[in-house]
């Protein structure tokens, strides 16, 4: 399958649509965050395959704020077809030196783009993505 992960604008019309899908999947509302990097998607053609979005929060190795991945959607028919590990990469790659960390109950997606586990909480691992 072709596709292309772009950088959406924040009145970009597909972000109407990953909104309701990240609402959909976990059950609360979504709000993008600005004032960090603008959230990523996938498309094919005009179609939107899935996309990945930013947040604020603590830093969990030292004092401050760090940059998080907060929400990563593949419609499940499309899924399994790397379309994630490539928003993960695009998303490491947009960051560029900025520590850039993920709290997820699948960390071997994350891994397998050379994230590492820097803590467990129940489910969930935190991991940090590897610096260029």
Known sequence: ???QIITAD?????????KKWF???WKREYIFHRNIPNPLIALSGER??????????PNPEKEGMALWINALFVKQENRKSGIASDLISAANEMT?????YVLTHIPLLYQKSGWTIISVEEKNSVLKAPLP
């Not at 924040?10 to 990953?18: K, R």
């Open 1 to 3: 399958m072709d596709y």
């Open 23 to 25: 609402e959909s999947e």
């Open 10 to 18: 924040y009145n970009s019309p597909y972000l109407e649509q990953l």
């Open 96 to 100: 560029g030196s900025v520590e850039l």
């Open 48 to 57: 939107l395959l899935g996309g990945l979005a930013f947040t604020e929060y």
